[in-house]
């Protein structure tokens, strides 16, 4: 639930609640037959000042019928040196209980003995808005403590692991015409070996152009990712990936207010690439949709 009070100021209220269960056989006597339930009770505050200053608040608490209990909050804030420019910052505290798949795949890949992963993250930004759109340039901080991830053998905590970067991202509408950029370099190292956490690019960005002609959207974006480490799917050793590009294109058209129709097609220059060492994603390939809304 949000709750406006004072004014421009809110109250962000909520209640999850999960049950999962696992229940297989792998065929060699090995039986998995598990169940989960999980509480989470979360709240936050939104502050507005005058000039445009603003505060975050939020904390959460969650309850695991297998891990045990958790509370994580998040501090942050905004402040405006111009009407056009802000500074940001905020600090985070984040968790993450391991999977059925993390904890219970067959042939020795999952893990019971995992441990959730905690993490602890800064990050430090400035906006700028004009006219048309919003400009934003972010330095990220994290640190994160038994991180899930792989060995080539099975799913282990890391046990200490960082991740430093800066994001810049770009949004704005010139008339008929949208313009997103969005760009990440980060540096994702595992702090006990020094080596790059899986499967992790050091950069990756996307451009997204769109225009509008009477009930007609066409939009078009490039999509690119440096290479990253990862692991071979035969030998389970550490592989390279290797980075990619992709240009996909889309058109709808509106027929009326109900009705909308939407030509996509992706990897328009078929290449090849993967996402995970071993597993070919898709070469060109085009779909046509019909939306019917009532």
Known sequence: NDIRVMGDDAIIVGLDYLKQRVDFDDGFGGVIDKQRQSTAAFIGYVAKFAGGHLLQLNLRHDH?????????????????????????AMISTAFRAPT????????????????PERARSAEIG?????????????????????????????????????????????????????????????NAIDETTG?????????????RLGRRVGDWNFSG?????????????????????????LVNL?????????TRL???LD?????RYQLAHGYNREGRNASFDITYEF
């Open 64 to 88: 695991f019928s297998d891990v045990g209990n958790r509370t994580t909050g998040l501090l942050g804030g905004g402040f405006a040196i111009t009407d056009r420019l802000t500074l940001s």
């Open 100 to 115: 059925f798949v993390d904890l219970y795949y067959p042939f020795g890949l999952g893990n019971p003995s995992l441990k």
């Open 126 to 186: 400035i906006q700028y808005a004009h006219t048309h759109g919003l400009a934003k340039l972010v330095y990220f901080r994290n640190r994160l403590k038994d991180l899930i991830g792989f060995d080539g053998n099975t799913t282990v905590n890391i046990n200490r692991a960082k991740s430093d970067g800066l994001e810049l991202s770009y949004d704005a509408e010139f008339g008929d015409t949208t313009l997103r950029l969005s760009a990440t370099r980060q």
């Open 195 to 207: 080596e790059r956490l899986l499967p992790r690019a050091k950069q990756f960005a996307a451009l």
């Open 221 to 245: 974006e490039l999509i690119g990712s440096g290479s990253k480490q990862d692991i071979r799917v035969d030998d389970f050793t550490r592989v390279r990936t290797p980075g990619y590009g």
């Open 250 to 258: 889309k058109s709808t058209y509106n027929l009326n207010k109900q």
């Open 262 to 264: 939407q030509l996509q």
């Open 267 to 271: 990897n328009v220059f078929d290449k």
